[in-house]
């Protein structure tokens, strides 16, 4: 579906023709039972006292708003990959967010301007976005979760975070009882963090818009694995649709593309955040440790690197919770087991880590109901 219309240009003489489209993703199935271990990538978690699927925004708001008013416990899950759910469930309301829809304005003025229902599987919006070269969200691609995710976390892959390219969040203030919209400024966005993060549970995104630019060539690549697998410089733009296949291909080679046939791939993503240390406790890792200096003038560091030199490789661990043979963030759940067995593993690496490099690592997941 699309139509036309015109608006006036930048300079306010010319006119600009503005196509709008929508695009909807296939509805999921309702689940067939109460069980979060069926609704997190992880494949943990106890029973929810109460599921339910909301495939409207009505839906979504006046279950949590009801919810709320009859002081029920309330866990908004959207697609479960970044939630850690105790063995023993949740005792409220699981509100699964179902919404589906994304809708663009689109002029040579002006660019795309997209939203997403908070609902939408995000790599489905990333593939819409690299099909009708839309710029801004290729290098995010093969990333688990839902749109309305991710300017909670603002998650980032490969040299771009999604605080480059969100306009506007639009939520429902549980605490307010009302609607309230942030531009991106308002967001206070940082590494995998932001105003949603930092208050839990007090804001639920109903839909996320997005300004892209226009054009068949990524935004210029700044991860040097990237560019490497693309043959470019740093700095240097490739095809979209050669950027989408390249991060599929690396995240792939890391366990970090969902498949439901290869256990290595249960995960939550990256387990930890990356530090971020004073120029000194940088300073005091070894050598070859790796090391960016960030705007604010902290350093980051790998939490892969730091584990994989604690003693932890890949593959770690001999029970049914270990390290991805792939990837040393991400800690898998090789079949059986349990969230107790994740968070035990958790542990072992956090304290290990701090014992070898004085670090103590930060779990990246949402934690319901259990702790490290
Ligand atoms: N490394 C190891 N051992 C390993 C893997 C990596 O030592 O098993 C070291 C290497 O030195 C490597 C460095 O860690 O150069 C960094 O690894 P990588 O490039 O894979 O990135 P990362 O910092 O571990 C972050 C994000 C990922 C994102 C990638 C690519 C965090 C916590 N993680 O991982 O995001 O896909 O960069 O941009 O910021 C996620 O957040 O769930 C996630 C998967």
Known sequence: MSE?????????????EVVSSAYESESAPAPTSNLLADLTTLRLGGPARRLVTARTEAELVSQVRDADAQGEPVLVLGAGSNVVVADEGFEGLVVLV???????DVSDCAGAFVTVAAGEPWDEVVRHAVSQEWIGLETLSGIPGAAGATPIQNVGAYGADVSQTVARVRTWDRMANRYVTF????????????RFKQSPGRYLVVDVSFQLELGPLSMPVRYAELAAALGVELGQR????????????????????LDPED???????SFFTNPLLTPEAAAALPDDAPRYTQPDGTVKTSAAWLIDRAGFGKGYGSGPAGLSGKH????????????????????EIR?????RFGVVLQPEPVLVGCEL
């Open 183 to 194: 531009t991106a400024g308002d967001c206070a966005f940082g590494y995998r963090t932001s």
């Open 328 to 347: 040393t963030l991400a800690l898998t759940n090789r079949g059986g087991a349990s969230t107790a067995d994740v968070l035990r593993l958790a542990r």
């Open 238 to 257: 490739a095809p979209l649709g050669d950027v989408r296949e390249a991060v599929l291909t690396l995240r792939r080679s890391k366990g970090m593309v």
């Open 263 to 269: 256990h290595d791939t249960w995960s939550a993503g």
């Open 4 to 16: 036309t219309h015109l608006i006036s240009g930048p300079s306010g003489g010319e006119t600009c």
């Open 98 to 104: 179902a919404t589906r829809g994304l809708a663009a």
């Open 351 to 355: 304290d290990g880590v701090d014992v």
